[in-house]
DNA sequence: GTCAATACTTGACTCGGGAAAGTAATGGGG
DNA sequence: CCCCATTACTTTCCCGAGTCAAGTATTGAC
């Protein structure tokens, strides 16, 4: 958090994430929240005020009974510092500038002819400097960028395994990435990392188990346990896209037959029409218009992904789930048919979990990756 | 852990549970796996020893380069206490007499012509009793009773939130049974109690995440994900039996279509065989001397499994599965199908994760209540 | 103005854990 | 055989996070 300090006291890495992510609060609401006494609390925030991260907001309305002093609330100072995230697609870096708030202020991108790990370094050093040279002035206080790939990442070493997208194998783009920009790096997998961003300042908030599904040319899934994000001993989890729902179903280029994705990732549609040369975005129009063909592939896809989604409730039974993603620019066709299929597979008291389908535009991939060095700023 | 005590040093319960789980370790491999100082583990190891938990081993093999002081291991002393754990299902009572390592020393059961409340209290008195007043003489060195009961449990608070196989609702099944039998009793759900009992004493130990599949009547599964029990928001986790496999598939009683357990719960396979009369146990019979279509039954069921484990798999990616439970005596016949459903689903690394298969004997269950109180004493 | 109620601060204290130095027990080299 | 390097464990001293209890601050109700 400070950049000379070693470790900081759990309780200012508590209070300083409670109120980033459950907003304006105050002293006592904080100690009673994070199981602490009301002291701790009040040696915990005075450096974070005296640092400039938190500031005290004047009493608001009044809790109780209405006598007693009034609260003064503490707040995050979202202008105290700043963050990168940049989204690394295989033909395109989308990069953001967020407060600590995790708001958007900038956003940019560059165009990505290839994937070269020397061309994608040079390209995000551009993009970088745009963002934090541009309108805003925000080089002074940016001192972290969080990078998000599809693939298998490790967060910890910042080592991009296998990324078949961009056809990387063992980068270290953590380090790359630090020596190209000076910055301080975070590298993360896409889809955690948006997972990440619902979690702390989306409809994840407060959740204790919460899943996020991405709905596009490949489908994924976050999950978040305990509170914790789940990351899969091989590296692997959320793979909803390769659940298999349908044992008589399409055979799957990952070997299965019937999974999610094979049925209801875009490719699986435009093959499913049927019609040579037809794009995805044709049979979207064409089931918009009433081809009731075109509008049963929709509605088969829909099913199967509910289906999905029913099977990562039953399995964990997360108290909110949020389905999102590229694909969903055709949410109007999938939706009624991902509920139906959801709540006929959920079992008991799952079908009562409150499912959002909602399109996220793509800037927030890279507020994904902002927020993932945002909480490795908070917890340094 | 103590009588009197409050709660206890957070390293003391640490070295104890390693030493539980890990068996015989020195401070020094206590302290590297802990992240404690060599000092620390001393302090923390002396009242453990004193009050009769641990015991000092004689030093055994060298480890290094061959010089220097050897290590004294740390051992569990398992008959400083024991626990009573009693499964409860729908026509009887299995109860052990575990020591603190978790091994079973007795076991006894009784029948349960109906489940009433006090029906069933008062025949769990009968059976403590009879377990701890046998011989072995196990009554004064034990405190703690655990019991594993199916369906909806809170563990906090050992209320039994709704039993459909007891016709239970809402029932402070805790609280009952501490006044009836005066032990501190610990509730869980039943196949919670299992898995917790494999990750603490069985394949699991050690695993950051683990998942545990019983197949019977029903089919169930238990999940730890980063090293914690996954409750599940709704009081639901772990429903494996109604991941929806096969779109075309059998109705559930759930409401869902082609739920695993619609397929391949032992109730669905004789529908599928289809022979008016005709048991599970003569369709295992008739599978085994041949019978092709009746083979066919255990094949689908077997592979539905399979894919329902793999689609927990690719979810959240256990480093181990062990796959279990009562309708596993049919074992022979199921698991080719459930490694080959398995493997056909498993996504990438996925399909490399180790899969047990193995038949646990009833008493397992008891003796994952047992475990459950072992837990709530070491924790408290 | 007093009183109750609530929010926050302060200072003394507790206690868990770390650092470093000391003790114990071994094998190997002179 | 005696040192010495090596590893295991223990002891002492200290720090610092967090609690407790008492005190201050700020409000509304009477």
């Given amino acids: 958090m400070f950049p000379e300090a070693e470790s900081v006291a759990p309780a200012m890495t508590a209070v ?35 640092q400039g991260y938190l500031q005290e907001l004047a009493a608001t309305e009044r809790s109780g009974p209405g006598a007693g002093r009034p609260a003064s609330p503490l707040a995050i100072c979202a202008d105290r510092e700043f963050f990168v995230g940049v989204k690394i697609t295989a033909d395109e870096l989308i990069g953001v500038v967020c407060d600590l708030g995790a708001q958007v202020r900038a956003s940019a991108h560059r165009p990505l002819p290839h994937t070269d790990v020397d061309h994608v370094l040079t390209e995000l050093g551009h993009l970088v400097d745009e963002l934090l040279d541009g309108p805003g002035d925000y080089r002074a206080r940016t001192r972290r960028l969080g990078l998000a790939v599809s693939g298998d990442v490790d967060r ?30 975070t590298v993360e997998n896409d889809v955690k990392a948006l997972t990440t961003a619902e979690h702390w300042f989306g409809e994840g908030v407060g959740a204790e188990s919460f899943a996020l599904v991405t709905v596009g040319s490949g489908i994924g899934c976050g999950l978040v346990v305990n509170g914790r994000l ?118 008991g008291a799952v079908a009562q979990c409150p499912l ?15 927020t993932v060095s945002i909480q490795a700023f908070v917890a340094a």
């Fill in 16 to 50: 300083l994430t409670t109120v980033l992510t459950e907003g304006p609060l105050s002293r006592v609401a904080l100690a009673r929240r994070l199981g602490l006494s009301q002291a701790a609390v009040t040696k915990a925030a005075r450096p974070l005020i005296e």
């Fill in 156 to 185: 910890a070493t910042g080592l991009v395994r296998y990324s078949p997208f961009l056809h990387w194998h063992d980068v270290p783009l953590q380090d790359l990435a630090e020596k190209n920009t000076s910055l301080t790096v």
């Fill in 230 to 347: 789940v990351s899969g001993a091989h590296g692997v989890a959320g793979e909803i896209g390769h659940v298999g729902v349908d044992v008589n179903g399409p055979a799957c280029h990952c070997g299965g037959r019937g999974c999610v994705e094979a049925i209801a990732g875009t490719d699986a549609i435009v093959r499913a029409v049927g019609r040579p040369g037809l794009t995805f975005e044709e049979a979207v129009t064409l089931a918009r218009a009433g081809d009731t063909a075109v509008g049963a592939v929709f509605a088969r896809a829909g099913d199967a992904i509910g289906s999905g989604i029913a099977a990562v409730a039953n399995l964990v039974g997360p108290s909110r789930i949020v389905v999102s993603g590229e694909g969903l620019s055709a949410y109007d066709l999938f939706e009624p048919h991902i509920r139906a299929g959801f709540q006929r597979q959920a079992f």
């Fill in 356 to 370: 959002s389908v909602r399109p996220l535009p793509f800037e927030q991939w890279a507020r994904g990756a902002a």
